[in-house]
């Protein structure tokens, strides 16, 4: 628990004994899911429960999570687990040498993912970043992770930028600038994972190995300032008994723009149905992948966000970004299109005239 809780501070590790501690060594590390539910802090009611096999039979699972930091709000979690279940139990990636590879996590004996949400508030104040952070998980404290340098390693971070963060760690007396190592654990200063195109970051992930793909659909924050994210887990080999089917219609035929940039507003709609076998709230939504383009000289569309979750039965707004350029044509055509991610087959599409 109080692993680099020294270095939990604006300083880093080259301020970890400042006294009084406004640099340094503050308060241990904020702990991991995996941390609190060993220590009971949390119990496994506060937790979405999952499990790889499980998905393939249920079909995607869909919830809120909020910030670490806090107690749950109202129908959310304080994580999820997804547990490396099935007939072959246990972590299916090929094995890898660390030593050789720095951003492998090695043997692959790891047993369960963890998704949870970083606040920037509370323990996590010095952290230095909120979002999503994704992990792999030992339910052991013991477990080399191979290599001639072999460590014991019971929680593995998903990196959402495993290049080089290239930042300079300190300077030299004589002006000379070292960098921070690969090997540096502040290379995970930029590792959350956000929702958005425009996020700076990654907003899914895919463990091809082990079939699995987590989203990060939606960020939402309370008249508090409580930051929660939308979440969904799917298996890539099995979609479940739900009957999916997606409908797309625009809020408005028409939108004249006010301004050279504007959102085109239209509406999803999930014409799929739950399980009759009442697997559960969670898995009565679909998550929907967006696309947009537009016909008009002069004319771009965009997407602030290009997935949306939306329960059976249910409808959600959903926009496009659209602008023009100086001399663009005096109206073009945007045209939006959703399909499902739990079955491809499904989509729909619907247009906008926009004009200036």
């Known amino acids: ?155 593995w971070v998903i990196d959402a930028h495993p290049e080089d963060i290239a930042v300079v760690d300190y300077v030299k007396p004589d002006g000379t600038k070292v960098m921070r190592t690969v090997a540096d654990y502040r290379q995970l200063n930029d590792a959350l994972f956000h929702a958005g195109v425009g996020s700076g970051s990654l907003c899914e992930w895919v463990d091809e190995p082990n079939r699995l793909h987590f989203y990060v659909l939606d960020l939402h924050k309370d008249k508090d300032g409580i930051l929660s994210y939308t979440l969904a887990a799917r298996s890539l080999d099995g979609a479940g008994p739900q009957e999916r089917g997606v409908a797309l219609a625009p809020f408005a035929a028409r939108v004249k723009l006010k301004a050279s940039a504007a959102r085109a507003p239209y509406i999803l709609t999930n014409t799929g149905r739950a399980s009759e076998a009442g697997a559960g709230v969670a898995f009565d939504a679909d998550v929907y992948r967006l696309s947009v383009s537009v016909e008009g000289r002069g004319w771009t569309a965009g997407l602030p966000n290009a997935l949306a979750a939306v329960k059976a039965g249910s409808s959600s707004p959903v926009t496009a970004l659209v602008s023009y350029q100086a001399g663009a044509a005096k109206s073009a055509t945007v045209t939006l299109k959703a399909v499902s991610e739990s079955d491809p087959s499904k989509f729909a599409t619907a247009s906008i005239k926009v004009s200036r």
Not at 33 to 49: A, G, P, Q, T, Y
Not at 63 to 81: F, L
Not at 83 to 94: C, N, Q, S, V, W
Not at 108 to 116: A, G, R, S
């Open 1 to 155: 628990m109080m692993d680099r809780g020294c270095f939990n501070g604006p300083g880093g590790p080259h301020k970890r004994w400042v006294v009084p501690p406004t640099k340094g060594a503050f308060m241990p590390a904020g702990l991991m899911v995996r941390n609190r539910l060993e220590n009971k802090f949390i119990d496994e009611s506060d937790l979405l429960m999952l499990g790889r096999d499980s998905l393939a039979k249920s079909g995607l699972a869909v919830a809120e999570v909020t910030a670490r930091a806090v107690a749950p709000r109202s129908g959310a979690y304080a994580g999820i687990i997804v547990r490396f279940d099935g007939a072959k139990p246990g972590d299916l990636t090929p094995p890898d040498d660390p030593a050789v590879n720095p951003l492998s996590p090695g043997t692959p004996n790891y047993d369960f993912y963890t998704l949870e949400v970083v606040q920037r508030i509370g323990y996590d104040s010095f952290t230095p970043d909120s979002g999503v952070l994704i992990a792999k998980n030992k339910d052991s404290l013991r477990g080399r992770n191979g290599g001639p340098n072999a460590f014991n390693s019971y929680i």
